[in-house]
């Protein structure tokens, strides 16, 4: 087919893709109206899960779909008496691919809630679109401190990054005594946050800081020169924080370069914890946390979760795997309560659920809508032919 | 000497750093300026024979089952490397092979992560070279010392082929004048081919040397291609010597320089990089032959 | 738009191609401009991120296919232009009109700045150039206080076009906000293709030296196309802020910065229109199709190129426009002439 025809053809073709495109696009109704909640009075309920599906927090929302989802296949598929519709969305890496998740998990999808979130600058991004659309969001990670602050559609099964850091700051400073500690974290929101919540603790008890060092983020492969300023600085012992590969890396070279004997690492608990623990190996023994959590908890309830997920995904449960499963406790704490499934009746009753029995313990949330919950110092310790975080205490 | 006895640590781990880029970056350096091939899936790669660390290497790994890791990452990267070189023979603008380079990449990045997970990986440190020695009264692991050793070793055995040799004589003289080395009876894709495939073989191998430092794992193939760039760019195309010389620069820079500015450590890669190309565009030590100055030499 | 050039190139006034070309144009945007009123929510948030994409592209397509420029700091004045609507939403006025203002003006100056600097090199050089440009912004973006550092900047208040008027909060609104910056900058890039600015733009292109021959100076030539480039691409950034309402320093990620230009070589460099194709086709599949396909959104984006290289080999627009001449690019025999 030659000539004019052949063009008429292909630019006939393009009109026909777009008009497809646009009409493809479209769902009953238009974008010009106003948004409502979900269905009203019907029996079930659907709940939207935002987690990363792809990106390096992936591993994360793996644990975390799971831990959701084995709390409700405990409740043969209900929540609150109500059947549940699981609708999941891919998260990401960054805001740019989590808030279009949110987005359509709550427009398009019309989802009475939300559940997930493991990035804290998403987290921060869509707390307005989750109150302007009366959906509540059960935030089952993202720790950046201001995320949850009593607005009535942000809940936080998780924790705070300056929480995590104040646990511990006390009990080091008892332990050292005299002597002094160095602190280094990665250089964004979340690793300056846990220091600081380290430092109000530790200063507050007496502790005496060497010194501090925050290392760009994302982009550090060379631990050294920092580690050289600590050993310099007199310090007898390290608080850091960092998460996902940059815990692997440094932990490694903090033993190869040989500071282990001399000056006790301790850290938020993420330094060590899941998948991050089975690749540093012998290289993280002895490493001192503090978290939420522990698969090693030595209590009833947590004996029978960990029986419970080891069965159904043959690998221990992480802290990231509880958070999710007590996102679902709470939804379905709430439901029971509720005057309907509407975001906003979900909301309302999520304020009065009370205490939470939580495979880490009991606990509820606290004024700005966080969890008020017990952590534990952990210490890294070779278990049943692997590597674990055993439990020595309970911090106060 | 107080400032050196300060940073020596960290001049040599510039030193172990600038070991590994230079191998991982003198094979995108060696393509680019001999073939004129901007070769995107460079990193992704580089993260092959990290991963191939991962499937080979159990933590208790002696130096020989390391030789035959060394190996394996080397045979994968030769035919690695001549794939990259068939598919992207035929397209001469650098746009498109920066579009194909970078699709195949993604599809690279995307099956490796069906193989290994996205979970980070780590590569265990041999056996016998785990341990430190004493160097000028500080510690420092032996492995490290190693890998510069090593790198200094192939690169020197580079320049040597490459200058010395019949057949390092017989790709200066494709690149230099592909016609007339037809007429030779020798057939110059081929020659070119084997370029791409050493390349990519040397990047495999130093994916699977930096293992131990830099770990495996998704998205590690995007850092690894940025740097191999940036160091390929201040270096000077096409220059096994502009490779070390970028090379040398950037892991200090990454290292002697961070510790030196840690306020300034995020700015530090990409603003030295922006200054050497204003002040040098051609990079530092350029090629004196190649596809990058018209192919005469 | 420059499917009229096109159909002028094709043999003197092929009248009959240059109103289809015309009608096409105005299909199209009569479709766009209605498709609030078919679409739900979050496919018209889609479209609207498209747009404002779309335009990035066409600001990398300036550079990169009519000066022959391939650049990877186009995100960091689209990213200027975001962060300057934001914090102008933030603490001065929800005005739209002023944020677009404010925002193309920076992002303008600081093109400006930077370009009289990057312009001097030329080839991969630049390119790398354009890429300390972008991933310094972007570490800028990821550090400072007053931008959020890296958890972004939130909270930026829903838009206004009139003072008094209610704030564009549905979808619908900010989409058509989208669209018309969408337009506005569309139409600078047409009108400057056209002028005899745009004709210097592609003569830089083919061949340098004949430009300085007939007199006039490539680095000015390059150095405004640098600057147009950026204030176009700082008004997508205000618009893109309208929509999200929040801008992270992962909106000036380097790969948003390589999709970027490969959109443009996917769509096919040189036309406005091809990019802007390309644009959309890459976003729908990263974003639109990534969800239903789980975490494969990279090997579908990753196939997509290797296809484009080898079945589309100059791009969406030069595959629907083969066998025609193209006044953008000159035939062999003009190759051969200009060869310097």
Redesign the interface.
Known sequence: MPG?S???L??TS??AL??A???T???????????GGGEEGSGSVKVGLALP????Y??LGVDMTRGFELYLEEQQGKLGGKEVEVV???EG?????G???V??LV??DKVDALVGIVN??TA??V??TVS?SKVPLIVANAG?DEVADGGDYVWRTSFTNGGVGEALGGAVAEELGNESVYLMAA???AGRESVAGFKKSFEAAGGKIAGE?????G????W???L?KAQ?SGAKAVYVFYA??EA??FV?QYK???LGEEIQLYGAGFLTEG??L?????AAEGVRTSLHYSDQLDTPENKEFVDAYTKAYDAPPTVYAVQAYDAAAALDLALKDADGTSGEAIAKALGGIGEIESPRGTWSFDEDHNPDQPYFLREVQAVDGGFANAVLNELS | MDWLDANLLSILNGLALAALLFLIAVGLSLVFGTMDVLNLAHGAVSLTGAYIGVALLDPDAGAGQFVVAILAAAAVGLAFGGALALLTGGVRDHLRQALLTLGIAMIAGDILRQLFGADVQSVPTPNGLAGSVDVLGKSYPVYRLVVIGLSIVIGVVLYVVLERTQVGALVRATVADRGMVETLGVRSNVVLAGVFAVGAALASVGGLLAGPVLGAQPGLDNTILLLALVVVVVGGLGSIRGAVLGAVLVGEVQTLGVALFPAYASFLLFGAMALVLLLKPGGLLPARYGAATGGHA | MSTGVVAEAAGGGNKRAQIVGRVLVAVVLVLLALLPFVAASYPISIAGRMLSFALLVVSVDLLTGFTGLPTLAQIAYFGIGAYTAGLVGIHWTTNLFAQLGIGIVVAAVVALFTGAVAVRTSGIVFLMVTLAIGELTHQLADSLPQLGASNGLAGIPPGTVYPGAEPLLLAGYTYWWALLVFLLGVAVAVVVARSPLGRSMRAVRESPTRLAAVGQRTYVVKLAAFVIAGGIAGAAGTAWAVQTRFVSPGDLAFSVSAIALLSVVVGGAGTLWGPVLGASIVILIRDWLSQYVAGHGELMLGILFVVAVYLMPRGIAGTILRGKRRSDEPSARERAETAA
């Open positions: 004019p052949r063009r008429r292909r630019r393009l009109i777009v008009a495109l646009a009409l696009a479209a769902a009953c109704g238009g974008s010009l109206d106003e948004e599906a792809s990106g390096v992936e591993p999941k969305a891919d890496e960054a805001p740019d691919t808030v279009p998740a987005q359509k427009t398009q804290s600058a921060l991004g707390k307005d302007q950046a250089d964004y929101a060092s925050f290392t760009p983020f982009t550090t492969t060379d050294q020169p920092f050289s310099n996902g590969g692997v890396n490694k190869s370069f040989g998948g991050v089975a690749a540093q190996g012998k």
